[in-house]
């Protein structure tokens, strides 16, 4: 890869490397972190066959099977979508946000931070602190939906952080998830490998949480 900057272009900041390393940073993280995410989904649609099938059902009723599921059928998918957002809370898998560093001395939660404090969220342990999700150990996709099937937006939902900095690659993150997670459920169906039940359990793999190996089966249907 090749990047020609202008004289008046350069800076420490604003170089070639930095450039591309920034380039390289949102390819790899992008990737890593979507490929884990579908992961933890099919495990626990595996763990969870009732769900499995019922987001399978909504997604036969709009497209009959007979074409792929869009972007445009968003919307129209309320249940694959609260599964899909229980994935991304009760597999959290960053949960220690992106280290930041205070500009000046603040006081934060009653503690005093000089400034040059490293300061980090606690994203895991929020998208499962009781105080805001009911039985947050169990998988319930329908704690995001509203009687009329609408999704509920919930303050304490922080899978890509928060604030001015949170992911910027959110929106790609959002529709890679949703577009995966429909055309392979609308084309398998998920189940235990014999004689090895799914596992949901986890461990630290670099900055992310990814399951224990797992073996699972995709048959074609």
């Known amino acids: 890869m ?4 202008t004289k008046e272009e350069k800076s420490e900041s604003y170089s070639e490397v ?3 390393r920034t380039i390289v940073d949102l390819f790899t993280a992008g990737s890593e972190t979507t490929a884990t995410s579908l992961l933890w989904g099919f495990l626990y649609l595996t763990k969870y066959p009732k769900i499995q099938h019922q987001c399978r059902e909504e997604i036969q009723k709009l497209t009959g099977f007979s074409r792929m599921v869009t972007m445009a059928d968003r919307d129209e998918l309320p249940f ?3 599964t899909i957002l229980e994935v ?10 992106v280290p930041h560093i205070s500009e ?8 005093d931070l000089p400034k040059g404090t ?20 169990k998988f319930l996709p329908e704690r995001w939906l509203t009687k009329d099937n609408k999704i ?7 899978p890509f ?10 929106p790609l993150a959002r529709m890679e998830m949703f577009l995966f997670f429909t055309n392979l459920l609308q084309r398998f169906e998920f189940t235990d490998a014999p004689d090895e039940p799914v596992s949901v359990s986890a461990k630290m793999n670099g900055i992310t949480y990814q399951p224990i190996k797992s073996l699972i089966c995709a048959k074609p249907l």
């Open 80 to 82: 694959v979508n609260a």
């Open 104 to 111: 000046e001395d603040i006081t934060l939660g009653g503690f």
């Open 161 to 170: 952080s928060w604030g001015p900095r949170s992911c910027l690659g959110e």
């Open 2 to 5: 090749y990047i020609l900057l």
């Open 88 to 97: 991304q809370r009760i597999a959290t898998i960053a949960a220690l946000g």
């Open 152 to 158: 509920i937006k919930k303050d304490a939902f922080l």
């Open 18 to 20: 930095n450039i591309f």
């Open 118 to 137: 490293i300061v980090q969220f606690m994203i895991g342990a929020v998208q499962n602190d009781p105080r805001y999700w009911d039985n947050p150990e």
